[in-house]
T-cell receptor, first 112, second 111 residues
Framework: ETGVTQTPRHLVMGMTNKKSLKCEQHLGHNAMYWYKQSAKKPLELMFVYSLEERVENNSVPSRFSPECPNSSHLFLHLHTLQPEDSALYLCASSPGTTEKLFFGSGTQLSVL | GESVGLHLPTLSVQEGDNSIINCAYSNSASDYFIWYKQESGKGPQFIIDIRSNMDKRQGQRVTVLLNKTVKHLSLQIAATQPGDSAVYFC??????????FGKGTMLLVSP
């Protein structure tokens, strides 16, 4: 509906697993983002890509590794996560980095 | 540091009432403000935006008011409907920064 598609919608993983979250935008935007949304906390910006170049990385642990192969696709590779990493991970895109964001529906991640 | 925050965590209204959701911001350099709505199980959805050279903007059943003197933003929803029940976030941008979000207000609409 928003032009930003995230898969999977739900993910359960153990602390030793490796998984990847995928995001695709069909809006022709130049910027893409990963946000983390935990209960009772504001949206936390994790990574920003502009024209496939990472422009912001907000002190995110190295167990989260983003990848932006082109301006329409964004991945978040996960490995050796902790239970406190359980959250809703939202992808967003925007025409430029100072414009309004369009969000996907998110991946609800549970780390056991 | 600079922050964006909301006054009320939960607002309960009756169907048909008008709702007002408030937001305070502290960065006087903020020049672009956005309201998002997030329903359960979905990502935030754009509702309306306003730039700092305006003090009011209207959409369909929604109005955003900006008071730069006291650094306050509000979202007014007319004739609130059960489908308006959601969490509402304000967000701001200053200069070349990316969006900063507030904590959110839960709007509960009872029939």
């Amino acid at each position: 509906e928003t032009g930003v598609t995230q898969t999977p919608r739900h993910l359960v993983m153990g602390m030793t697993n490796k998984k990847s979250l995928k995001c695709e935008q069909h809006l022709g935007h130049n910027a893409m983002y990963w946000y983390k949304q935990s209960a009772k906390k504001p949206l936390e910006l994790m990574f920003v890509y502009s024209l496939e170049e990472r422009v912001e990385n907000n002190s995110v642990p190295s167990r989260f590794s983003p990848e932006c192969p082109n301006s329409s696709h964004l991945f978040l590779h996960l490995h050796t996560l902790q239970p406190e990493d359980s959250a809703l991970y939202l992808c967003a895109s925007s025409p430029g980095t100072t414009e309004k964001l369009f969000f996907g529906s998110g991946t609800q991640l549970s780390v056991l | 540091g600079e922050s964006v925050g909301l006054h009320l965590p939960t607002l309960s209204v009756q169907e048909g009432d008008n709702s007002i959701i408030n937001c305070a911001y502290s960065n006087s350099a903020s020049d672009y403000f956005i309201w998002y709505k997030q329903e359960s199980g979905k990502g935030p959805q754009f509702i309306i935006d306003i730039r700092s050279n305006m003090d009011k903007r209207q959409g369909q059943r929604v109005t955003v008011l900006l008071n730069k003197t006291v650094k306050h933003l509000s979202l007014q929803i007319a004739a609130t409907q059960p489908g308006d029940s959601a969490v509402y976030f304000c967000a701001e941008i200053s200069g070349y920064s990316t969006l900063t979000f507030g904590k959110g207000t839960m709007l509960l609409v009872s029939p």
